[in-house]
Each structure stands twice: as structure tokens, then as C-alpha cells.
């Protein structure tokens, strides 16, 4: 039982395009909402974050936006580029430190 | 050089025997976390720390046990009780507040043979 439901599980999307991953959660406990890119074979590095209290945060080609009362955030990634393809994570972190994740969704760019 | 160090890369593992995966932190990061990472089902917690000697169990526990003796390890050990355990295993910390980046290791892949 995920604390947090992550879709598509996987998208392809031609270069230049943008690619928008969707999570949704319950728990009101939850305070901080980061999200994590992972390669294959690798650990997972943060991408970015967002607390429940901005609507939406951008840094460079990536984009959260955040509807607090929905329970609902997102990513957005424009001008998505072949380097984007990996699977990225939504996740959230309640006020016991416990970092939940969704499952995850991997995006495959084509050239 | 900092990091979380986790090891080995590659582990196998019999039937019915105990392992027990490393992970080394020397960030001074108060938070340590382990995930199990199985296709298509993301990152499940099993266990993580706020602090020396306190853990709590996460959404998978059952068939996992961990210590947390020292504020720069937190070795997961995978017990015979745990009846699916082939899967990639990660390793995180974190400075422990909220609002802070959890640093992930390289993970550990076991497979039962």
C-alpha cells in the first residue's frame, strides 16, 4: 500500500517535448515533497522539492506544481532531452523523518 | 572524499541464510533509511533511524532487522525469514529535519541462489 500514488508508470516523449509525471497522497502529515531521478544501476538523486505552502517551483527545465488542498503535485519537465531518460521518483517526508516514495515512472525521450 | 558508502555491490546469497549489507555514511547525517527496490513497485521502506541507537520499522520490515550503533553505520541484515529477498537494496541519510535532501548510496543487489 503506497502512501503515495505515482502515474504514468512509463511515458515517451519526443525530444523537445515535455513530459508530466502526476502523484497524489493522503496523509496530512506529510510536509515536504521532494523528487528524485534515478539511472539504471545507480542511486537515486534529488531533482527537486517543494513544501506544501508554494503553489509551484521551477528550476531550470523542471517544474512542480502543487495544489495543496487536492493532495496532488506534479512534475513537469520541458524541452525534455535524451539526457532526461530515467525513471524519476515523487516522495514525501512526514514529521517522523519517514521519506515515503511512489513507484515511480519511467520516461524514455526519443531524438 | 564525503558520501554513503554501501557494500558489497553484487551479494549472493543460499537459501536460508542469514546476510548482512553494509552502509556508511561520513556526512554526520543524523537520519539513515533502507529501501528495497523491486521493478515496477519503487522504492519501499524497511527500517530507518532519526538517531543512534532508535530505529523504527517502515512499510516492509517483516524479515529484515537492523542496529544502529554508531551514528556513521546502519548494516541491514536480511534474515532467512525474508521469503523473496532477491532485489536491489538502497541506503540513504539524511541531516534528519525536514525540508532536507536524502543522499542516496550506489545500492547493493542481492540475489538468493
Known amino acids: 500500500q503506497q502512501q503515495v500514488k505515482q502515474s504514468p508508470q512509463s511515458l515517451i516523449v519526443q525530444k523537445g517535448g515535455i513530459s508530466i509525471i502526476n502523484c497524489a497522497y493522503e496523509n496530512t502529515a506529510f510536509d515536504y515533497f521532494p523528487w528524485y531521478q534515478q539511472f539504471p544501476g545507480k542511486g537515486p538523486a534529488l531533482l527537486i522539492a517543494?513544501?506544501?505552502?508554494?503553489s509551484e517551483k521551477k528550476e531550470g527545465r523542471f517544474t512542480i506544481s502543487f495544489n495543496k488542498s487536492a493532495k496532488q503535485f506534479s512534475l513537469h519537465i520541458m524541452d525534455s532531452q535524451p539526457g532526461d531518460s530515467a525513471t524519476y521518483f515523487c516522495a514525501a517526508i512526514d514529521n517522523d523523518y519517514k521519506l515515503s516514495f511512489g513507484a515511480g515512472t519511467t520516461v524514455t525521450v526519443r531524438a | 572524499d564525503g558520501g554513503i558508502t554501501q557494500s558489497p555491490k553484487y551479494l549472493f546469497r543460499k537459501e536460508g541464510q542469514n546476510v548482512t549489507l553494509s552502509c556508511e555514511q561520513n556526512l554526520n547525517h543524523d537520519a539513515m533509511y533502507w529501501y528495497r527496490q523491486d521493478p515496477g513497485q519503487g522504492l519501499r521502506l524497511i527500517y530507518y533511524?532519526?538517531?543512534?541507537?532508535?530505529?523504527q520499522k517502515g512499510d516492509i520490515a517483516e524479515g529484515y532487522s537492523v542496529s544502529r550503533e554508531k551514528k556513521e553505520s546502519f548494516p541491514l541484515t536480511v534474515t532467512s525469514a525474508q521469503k523473496n529477498p532477491t532485489a536491489f537494496y538502497l541506503c540513504a541519510s539524511s541531516m534528519g529535519g525536514m525540508n532536507t535532501e536524502a543522499f542516496f548510496g550506489q545500492g547493493t543487489r542481492l540475489t538468493v541462489v
Open positions: 533511524s532519526q538517531i543512534v541507537n532508535d530505529f
Open positions: 517543494i513544501r506544501p505552502d508554494v
